[in-house]
């Protein structure tokens, strides 16, 4: 490799997809999700690795199962909460094992930046008997994809592998090196091991067992747990990005640093405990070091001073030892300045932003779902009642026709990729138990939050080549949906008109929208893209029913009315032309730009 390309400024998981090319790993799955989507775009630009998005976490976890079992070096990548959808093969895979090696990123999101919980999958590890690797710095996301795998196909088993949002997204220095090539060894014969009938589940249950047992060894000595010796007043035990926390608010302490975290080293943390006069456990989320060391009869004070509420920050740190008294209140960091919040909108031109302003004027309960659409629910539009995950939309709106006994006025709303990731199953319910209820999938073709990755309804694969797309009425059709509605979600009159008769009815409709994302891809824009609007301050009232349809294109101007009432005005370098906002203004002032 030329010189100028063995050092590198990487993001976390940047420097996950080139630990991932120097291992000689062969297939890459996942689906995507904040905080983790860039490690398969980035995965996806090297040509040796086979990479795919998938339809949902479950998918992506099962083809890479599969590719293991045929003695390949594998990795899924999730955020946090796509896990709990693949937890079923990650389950029963532990007793199966992983002979070609599987790494399971889990990219957690403490804080809740992009998520709708923070859960510590660090205990998945403890419940499935994973071994857990967590790196701290984006040298160490690249570094310890080799130490993964290696582990992986030396006990035949898959590795956990936790990062969070600061290391995912965070960039640093990362020294690289040239690709080293494995062999694919083909899938070998073993009914006993690869079919895990009751029978054969027992007995394999106690060899995973005994499996940990020699990974419990094996983290005593490895390099990933490490001793950083210092002022032995007291010790510090941590991990991931909380111990770049602990290295700027207390240099030179002692410290136990973690790589490995389950399962735990206690010896080594017995011989650490040993040296200092205290010792305390700082780590994210919950007191998942800290209840394992005490239950170990070694003393440790951590959660006591440290809540279990949000991310670790350097000013978390200071603050738990200012009160443990170990640093004094003088003690200072620089404090982030503060900043103005910008709460997150439609984009300009967003196709969903039609369909929830007519929603909101028809005063209906809304169960919306996880994606941009979710956006509805958050003034001005307000137009949103549920949310809790991914495909629950429906079902959740089936339910409540069920509770209430008054088959119709529930609204389910759902994107395109959600829907094909969980949402049909959720349609085939509905249409089976006879559920009143009016689904509209808002297809903007394309997995428009994380990003714009294709999904099977937009025709492409992860690298950008052709394949099948799949037909989106076609497929309600066939799961039994009999009324079946497209509409256009810039056409107001048409969507008010569809929507009030779909809603009115005593049976289930499916209503499909039909505008592409106005951002993703980059051809889509120019299919959304027309003459920007303008407002004519002659004619403008103030009314601000253009504000309502909550586009960041439109704001207050500097101009008053004769009752002194700020009239709007249009920022046409974001306007894409969509007319939403000229269909609102009752005066006809948000006129299109002709001479362009």
């Known amino acids: ?18 630990g991932c090319y120097e291992a000689g790993l062969h297939v890459a799955t996942a689906y995507p999700g904040t905080p983790s989507t860039e490690i398969l775009e980035n995965i996806s630009q090297y040509s040796e690795i086979y990479s795919e998005w998938s339809p949902n976490e479950k998918v992506a976890f099962e083809v890479a199962m599969g590719a293991t079992f045929e003695g390949a070096r594998a990795l899924v990548a999730m955020k946090h909460v796509g896990l ?12 199966v094992g992983a002979p070609g090696g599987l ?26 008997g994973y071994p857990c690797l967590e790196p701290a710095d984006s040298q160490e996301a690249k570094d310890f994809i080799a ?12 590795v956990l592998y936790r990062m969070t949002t600061r290391v995912c997204h965070s960039k640093g220095i990362v020294n690289c090196q040239e690709r080293k090539e494995y062999p ?65 608010i207390v240099p030179g302490t002692s410290i136990l640093k973690l790589g490995m975290t389950y399962p735990l080293p206690f010896n080594k943390i017995r011989k650490f405990f040993e040296q200092v006069e205290r010792l305390f456990v700082i780590e994210e989320l919950e007191p998942f070091i800290e209840e394992q060391v005490k239950a170990a009869g070694i003393e440790c004070e951590g959660k006591k001073y440290w809540t279990n509420l949000g991310e670790m920050s350097p000013d978390v740190v200071m603050e738990g030892l200012i009160r443990a008294e170990v640093i004094s209140k003088q003690k200072t960091v ?11 909108v439609f984009c300009p031109g967003c196709p969903h932003r039609g369909v929830y302003y007519v929603l909101s004027k028809l005063k209906t309960v809304i169960c919306t779902d996880i994606g941009c659409y979710t956006l509805g629910v958050l003034p001005p539009l307000n137009a949103g009642d549920t949310c809790v995950e991914m495909g629950a939309s429906i079902g959740v709106a089936a339910g409540m026709t069920k509770a209430r006994k008054i088959g119709k006025g529930i609204v389910a709303t759902i994107g395109d990729s959600t829907f094909i990731h969980s949402g049909m199953t959720g349609l085939l319910n509905a249409v089976n138990n006879r559920s009143a209820i009016t689904i509209i999938i808002m297809d903007n073709r394309i997995t428009a939050m994380t990003g714009g990755q294709y999904h099977p309804g937009t025709g492409k694969q992860l690298n950008g080549s052709e394949t099948r797309k799949v037909d989106l009425a076609k497929i309600c059709k066939a799961l039994g949906a009999e009324r079946i509605k497209v509409i256009d979600p810039y056409d107001l009159k048409q969507t008010e008109s569809v929507l009030k008769e779909e ?12 505008r592409p994302c106005a951002l993703y891809p980059p051809e889509n824009r120019k299919q959304v893209c027309e003459i920007p609007f303008r407002v004519n301050h002659d004619l403008c009232i103030g009314c601000h029913a253009c504000l309502r349809v909550s586009c960041p294109a439109i704001s207050e101007s500097d101009r008053l009315t004769e009752k002194n009432k700020t009239k709007s005005q249009i920022d046409t370098a974001l306007c894409t032309g969509c007319s939403v906002c000229a269909q609102v203004c009752p005066v006809g002032a948000i006129q299109r730009i ?3």
């Not at 130490?147 to 898959?158: F, G, H, Q």
């Not at 009115?504 to 039909?514: K, Q, Y």
Request: net charge neutral; hydrophobic share 40%; proline share 7%.
């Open 147 to 158: 130490d993964a795998l290696k582990i992986s196909v030396e006990y035949d088993v898959p």
């Open 334 to 344: 620089v404090k982030a300045e503060p900043v103005i919040p910008r709460p997150p």
């Open 103 to 128: 790494v399971v990123v889990s990219a957690d999101d403490p804080g809740m930046h992009s998520s709708q919980n923070e859960q510590d999958n660090r205990t998945y590890a403890k419940f499935a």
């Open 594 to 596: 002709e001479n362009r």
């Open 84 to 95: 709990n959808v693949a937890a079923d093969p990650f389950m029963s895979v532990s007793l």
């Open 503 to 514: 809603i009115s009815l005593d049976e289930l409709s499916v209503v499909i929208t039909n």
């Open 184 to 248: 694919v060894i083909g899938f070998q014969r073993d009914p006993k091991k690869f079919v895990v009938l009751p029978a054969h589940a027992r007995v394999r249950h106690q060899w995973s067992t005994e499996r940990l047992d020699k990974i419990r060894r094996f983290a005593e000595n490895t390099s990933l747990n490490r001793i950083e010796p210092g002022d032995p007043k007291i010790g510090i035990i941590t991990h991931g990005v909380t111990y770049q926390y602990v290295k700027e």
């Open 1 to 18: 490799m030329a010189a100028q390309f063995m050092k590198r400024i990487l993001s976390g998981n940047e420097a996950v997809a080139r």
